[in-house]
């Protein structure tokens, strides 16, 4: 028994050793920047905690929170100054760099970890799996037209321990961002209960300032949207007024996105948990502003060169106008999906919370990605749809075309439908996608001298000769400007036991009458037919069905 147990023992033992265990991160140098001293012009430090970023970020406030400005100078990498410079300049540039953060920054608590190394843990999965970090990024600031990083760095001097301080390229900007970030004359000229902080970590002067902005911002729209109005009924062109028409709300909306932004960013200097909400929605209205201006003139260009009614834009002399039509209805949905994913990137690309916060939002987006994709496959395959009839042009607004065997009339292309207007008066919402891939025959797009057939069944002992010159009798009779009977023609089809089928041909060049003309034209035939047939008293037409009559 006992040498089973031994054997037991044994192979457990070889498999623990045969099994993988994640190593243990080790401190290496290249965990840290190396530097030959740290800070030796504010002389020996404090007894603070620089041991992690954790650990370094709660000091340094701590150390601003109390307004101890030499202490939280040495949590500042100044190896960029001069042992002089840094104990002139250490203190004011915390100072500065404290006014920064406290306006401006989100400290993303949830990337600061309490180990040494700044380990960032990967999946939960995989237990043990992720990387040590010797720079770690706490904010993005915007400085002008360019990106200021404030990044944490871990250094280790000669002789010295690692720690983790701001790093020494955030500290160089720490002026710049202090003249761009700091309380403007307004604000300083507000009384001190005012500047003190409020509910969710926000100024007093914020509760009270912001909706008085948003009420003038709006005003400021309302009025900027009666003044374009004016302007408009100013000039007798109808152009220009349809111009100046499409720019009112445009014009309101960028006053609107002006005065929020410029309140806010120059005249007074809202918080970073503001700032995240005000600056993205800024820039949404800029584009919204863009697009919405854009679609507007497409539209009154639309209405100013499109004729009254879907007849008299089927008119095969308003071609240019139906390609016209079309290219602007084009446009318009290219320029709306252009502004839907400008607007969603520029506000995704715009929101600066925290990090992994917003890592495990995109992954949660994925997903919902994939849902919501299975979902709208239909929608945006129709939008998609309606942007290729824009281009390839295989139907224009206006044209004549024959969908499901009923003559119609394209009067919309939309996002997502297609309307047809039937000659009946009623009308067809079709699916882009379906209008896509079903086939219609395209009047409009034919030849402008078009030839429609009419076919008859004549009797066998029928005279063509005479059929023929009947034919020609009716074509110049119905004549409306539109026919051409010098190109008709008739010819015999086929012949069988029920009689022969003879096709008469109508040359026409407007699309737009040739089903009249064609009606008026078998109407004819029949009567020349019937005429025939009682002037000679030959058969002509077919003998109509027999049926058995009843007895006596």
């Known amino acids: ?287 919204t502003a863009v697009a919405l201006a854009a679609v507007l003139v497409a539209d009154e260009i639309f209405d100013r060169v499109s004729l009254n009614s879907p007849k008299e834009l089927a008119d095969p002399d308003n071609a240019h106008y139906r390609s016209l039509a079309t290219l602007l209805s084009g446009f318009r949905k290219f320029v709306i999906l252009l502004a839907v994913l400008v607007g969603a990137g520029t506000l995704l690309s715009s929101i600066e919370v925290f990090n992994s916060l917003g890592y495990t939002l995109l992954a949660g987006a994925g997903a919902i990605t994939i849902v919501l994709g299975f979902a709208a496959r239909e929608v945006l395959g129709n939008i998609l749809a309606a942007v290729q009839i824009a281009l390839n042009r295989s139907a224009r607004i206006g044209d004549l075309i024959i969908y499901e065997g009923d003559f119609c009339t394209v009067e919309r292309i939309h996002f997502t439908y297609v309307q047809l207007l039937v000659w009946t008066g009623t009308r067809y919402i079709v699916p882009v996608a379906d209008f896509v891939t079903d086939k219609f025959e395209n009047i409009s797009a034919s030849d402008d001298h078009m030839i429609r057939s009419i076919e008859l069944t004549f009797a066998q002992s029928a005279d063509v000769a005479a059929m023929r010159d009947a034919f020609d009798r009716v074509v110049r009779e119905i004549d409306d400007g539109t026919l051409t009977p010098e190109r008709t023609a008739t010819r015999v089809l086929s012949q069988d036991v029920f009689g022969k089928t003879i096709r008469f041909e109508l040359p026409t060049t407007d699309q737009s009458t040739f089903w009249k003309l064609e009606c008026l034209a078998r109407e004819g035939l029949l009567a020349e037919a019937a005429r025939i047939e009682e002037e000679t008293g030959r058969p002509v037409l077919p003998p109509g069905p027999t049926r058995d009559l009843p007895d006596g």
Not at 155 to 179: C, F, H, M, T
Not at 204 to 220: F, R, T
Not at 244 to 257: E, T
């Open 1 to 287: 028994m006992s040498r089973l147990a031994s054997l037991f023992l044994s192979l457990a033992l070889l498999l623990c050793l045969a099994l993988p265990f994640p190593a243990p991160a080790q401190d290496s140098p290249q965990n840290w920047f190396e530097i030959d001293r740290l800070n030796p012009g504010l002389g020996p430090a404090p007894d603070i905690n620089r041991d992690s970023p954790r650990a370094a970020v709660e000091t340094l406030l701590g150390l601003l929170g109390a307004e101890n400005w030499d202490g939280a100078a040495h949590m500042l990498d100044l190896s960029g100054l001069s042992p002089q410079e840094q104990r002139s300049r250490g203190p004011d540039l915390a100072r500065k760099l404290g006014v920064v953060i406290e306006r401006e920054v989100i400290i993303p608590w949830n990337d600061l970890t309490d180990r040494p190394d700044g380990w960032i843990s990967g999946a939960e999965k995989e237990p043990g799996t992720g990387r040590a970090r010797r720079s770690i990024l706490i904010s993005l600031l915007e400085l002008g037209d360019r990106p200021v990083p404030l990044r944490l760095n871990r250094v280790k001097p000669e002789n010295g321990e690692p720690v983790w301080i701001i790093a020494r390229q955030s500290v160089r900007d720490i002026p710049e961002l202090y003249d761009r970030f700091q309380p403007t004359k307004l604000e300083r000229a507000m009384p001190d209960w005012a500047r003190k902080n409020g509910p969710f970590d926000m100024y007093i002067w914020e509760w009270l300032m912001l909706p008085v902005i948003g009420v003038v911002s709006v005003l400021a729209g309302w009025l900027a949207y009666r003044i374009v109005s004016r302007l408009g009924r100013v000039s007798n062109r109808r152009l220009v007024q349809s111009i100046v028409r499409a720019f009112r709300w445009p014009a309101s909306i960028i006053v609107v996105a002006t005065i929020l932004g410029f309140t806010t960013n120059r005249l007074l200097v809202v918080t970073g948990a503001i700032s995240l909400v005000i600056g993205p929605l800024v820039l949404l209205l800029y584009v």
